[in-house]
């Protein structure tokens, strides 16, 4: 009797509802005998829709700052030189050359007539002869220098090439030639056939030349004292004129003003 007493009538069979007729679902459906793991893919878990937290990087794991070789220090480049502008000179390097020429040429021929006897010259021989008579030493020597000179320094001229040392030594020769033209005609005769008038101009000239320069219609040119002579240019005057008054002293002695 008990046992009718524990056991229900009409007791529903197990897995179905007491309040529906329709069996309930199963919930062991879908899982297989291992419980933790899934026949098929669950969803993402409550980890996986977790917000992302931000990692903080340690110190050992920040990567150090990249090392920049030392750039060696450079010196700024040097400006460019400015060029000056060249100064408007007119016809004065025409009016230099024309005297250059004319003086040169000048001294060419007479060196020529001297050296050679051209153009009816009087040939070295006669050239000495004529120091001997004006009372000079070593006239052989003498003889030869002037001629050279002369022939030299007329060349240089013309070309324009080592201007003021050929202008000082022509300078030379004209104080020389220019005291043997006085000592002759005493008395500062000056005029010309006589007189000591064709000397002074070429020595005048000569002198002009060295502080004027040569121009830039020169082989000279492009030299600095070629168009703007400085102290340079006055002591090679003094060294020609110094030059032209030892050689008559020395070698001729006498006073060319006094007979």
Same mark, same amino acid.
């Given at each position: 009797?008990?046992?009718e007493?524990?056991?229900?009538?009409?007791?529903?069979?197990?897995?179905?509802?007491?309040?529906?007729?329709?069996?309930?679902?199963?919930?062991?459906?879908?899982?297989?005998?291992?419980?933790?793991r899934?026949?098929?893919d669950?969803?993402?878990?409550?980890d996986?829709?977790?917000?992302?937290?931000?990692?903080?990087?340690t110190y050992?794991?920040?990567?150090?700052?990249?090392v920049?070789?030392?750039?060696?220090?450079?010196?700024?480049? =040097?400006a460019?030189?400015?060029?000056e502008?060249? /100064?408007?000179?007119?016809? *004065?390097? !025409? @009016? #230099? +050359?024309?005297l250059?020429?004319?003086?040169?040429?000048?001294?060419?021929?007479h060196?020529?007539?001297?050296?050679?006897?051209v153009?009816?010259?009087?040939?070295?021989?006669?050239?000495?002869?004529?120091?001997?008579?004006?009372?000079?030493?070593?006239?052989?020597?003498? =003889?030869?220098?002037?001629a050279?000179?002369?022939? /030299?320094?007329?060349?240089? *001229?013309? !070309? @324009? #090439? +080592?201007?003021?040392?050929?202008?000082?030594?022509?300078?030379?020769?004209?104080?020389?030639?220019?005291?043997?033209?006085?000592?002759?005609?005493?008395?500062?005769?000056?005029?010309?056939?006589?007189?000591?008038?064709y000397?002074?101009l070429l020595?005048?000239?000569?002198?002009?030349?060295?502080l004027?320069?040569?121009?830039?219609?020169a082989i000279?040119?492009?030299?600095?004292?070629?168009?703007?002579?400085?102290?340079?240019?006055?002591?090679?005057?003094?060294?020609?004129?110094?030059a032209?008054?030892?050689?008559?002293?020395?070698?001729?002695?006498?006073?060319?003003?006094?007979r």
């Amino acid at each position: 009797m008990s046992d009718e007493r524990n056991e229900r009538p009409n007791s529903p069979e197990p897995g179905l509802s007491p309040f529906d007729d329709q069996p309930t679902e199963n919930l062991s459906a879908g899982y297989t005998d291992d419980l933790t793991r899934p026949l098929a893919d669950p969803g993402p878990t409550a980890d996986d829709l977790a917000a992302p937290t931000e990692r903080i990087s340690t110190y050992d794991q920040i990567a150090p700052p990249p090392v920049v070789p030392p750039v060696a220090a450079q010196e700024p480049p =040097a400006a460019a030189p400015v060029e000056e502008p060249r /100064a408007r000179r007119g016809t *004065l390097d !025409l @009016g #230099l +050359l024309v005297l250059r020429v004319v003086v040169g040429v000048t001294l060419l021929v007479h060196g020529l007539q001297k050296l050679t006897g051209v153009w009816n010259g009087p040939g070295l021989g006669g050239f000495e002869d004529t120091l001997v008579e004006a009372g000079f030493d070593q006239a052989r020597l003498l =003889a030869i220098l002037g001629a050279v000179g002369e022939v /030299a320094a007329g060349s240089l *001229l013309v !070309l @324009g #090439l +080592l201007t003021p040392w050929a202008a000082a030594a022509a300078l030379a020769i004209m104080i020389n030639a220019w005291a043997f033209r006085q000592a002759a005609e005493p008395g500062l005769a000056y005029f010309a056939p006589d007189g000591v008038e064709y000397e002074t101009l070429l020595g005048v000239c000569a002198a002009v030349i060295v502080l004027t320069g040569p121009g830039r219609i020169a082989i000279d040119g492009r030299r600095g004292w070629a168009t703007r002579p400085r102290v340079g240019s006055l002591v090679v005057l003094l060294l020609g004129i110094a030059a032209g008054v030892c050689v008559w002293i020395f070698l001729n002695g006498t006073n060319p003003l006094v007979r």
